[in-house]
């Protein structure tokens, strides 16, 4: 069982952070962009993976790190903006962006007028991340125009692998894979 403290500074686990831990199935080097509290990177540690978790915010920084000593996991962390201070190649790589279709709110889901600005920033640098047949797991929102996210995409191969749905919105886990 998992034991992680929050902030009201950072983003708190939700069902899109669920959905990542109970339906992304890994390599063994792992990177998550945007950790928040790093229950993600926290769980698949626990599963023997190598982790490193990032997040631009220095408070999720510092959640991460206790978190991480509190459940007696090593993990890699570091402050980074998406991929401004990654220098490695990974099997994984997490993201659980902020996707929502709004502007001037919180970092931690104001994804822009689109949804889309922090995941087109994403989208445009992971592959250069990957390892050779690696994966990317993301969480996309139906309030988004995710077909036109796909067609702009065409160097990425999407797998839609689970959807939760609320009266408001549906999300999506997919799973991206780097067409060679």
Not at 40 to 58: G, Q, Y
Not at 91 to 117: A, M
Not at 148 to 166: A, D, P, Q
């Amino acid at each position: 069982m998992l034991n992680i403290d929050y902030s009201n500074n950072v983003y708190r686990p939700a069902e899109d952070t669920y959905l990542i831990i109970y339906n992304a199935i890994p390599g063994n080097k792992i990177l998550e962009i945007g950790s928040g509290t790093g229950i993600i990177a926290i769980h698949f540690a626990l599963k023997n993976h190598d982790v490193t978790a990032t997040d631009i915010d220095e408070n999720a920084i510092e959640l991460i790190s206790k978190n991480a000593i509190k459940n007696e996991i090593n993990i890699k962390i570091i402050k980074s903006d998406l991929f401004e201070n990654i220098n490695e190649k990974y099997d994984t790589i997490i993201f659980n962006p902020p996707y929502l279709p709004v502007e001037n709110e919180s970092l931690q889901w104001s994804g822009g007028k689109s949804g889309f600005d922090t995941i087109y920033k994403f989208l445009d640098n992971a592959y250069k991340y990957l390892n050779q047949d690696g994966n990317i797991y993301i969480i996309l929102s139906d309030l988004t125009d995710i077909g036109n996210l796909i067609k702009k995409y065409k160097n990425y191969k999407f797998k839609k692998i689970k959807c939760e749905k609320f009266d408001f919105e549906s999300i999506f886990l997919f799973e991206l894979k780097v067409i060679q």
